[in-house]
Nanobody, 121 residues
Framework: QVQLVESGGGMVQPGGSLRLSCRIP???????IGWFHQAPGKEREGVSY????????NYSASVRGRFTTSRDNVWNMVYLQMNNLKPEDAGNYLC???????????????WGQGTQVTVSS
């Protein structure tokens, strides 16, 4: 079964920016899409979510004001623009589809494999 596919990760210096992309399969295009961050040895944490129509977004306190999520429902893509990256932002970033507006991983039922972000000088 085709799931979500993330891309755009890489290595960046502190203060730098990255734009992550999440390709959504057609059968998940009417779901809320969340972004999650998993640092090595730590639990998966909700970063943001965006509603189906793209009008409602929410962010964790640690990224609010630095990260922005957006959605293109023509191409079935969701993006996470990450600015002013910090070393603690490093890790695997996954997108997921779910039926609720939530930053909790338990609210999401379909997941991608993730894309790796490294923040280092």
């Amino acid at each position: 079964q085709v799931q979500l596919v993330e891309s755009g990760g890489g290595m960046v210096q502190p203060g730098g920016s990255l734009r992550l992309s999440c390709r959504i399969p057609l059968f998940l295009r009417f779901y809320t899409i969340g972004w999650f961050h998993q640092a090595p040895g730590k639990e998966r944490e909700g970063v943001s979510y965006i509603s189906v129509d793209g009008r409602t977004t929410n962010y964790s306190a640690s990224v609010r004001g630095r990260f922005t999520t957006s959605r293109d429902n023509v191409w079935n893509m969701v993006y996470l623009q990450m600015n002013n990256l910090k070393p603690e932002d490093a890790g695997n970033y996954l997108c997921a589809a779910g039926g609720l507006w939530s930053l909790s991983a338990s609210s999401y039922t379909s997941w991608g494999q993730g894309t790796q972000v490294t923040v280092s000088s």
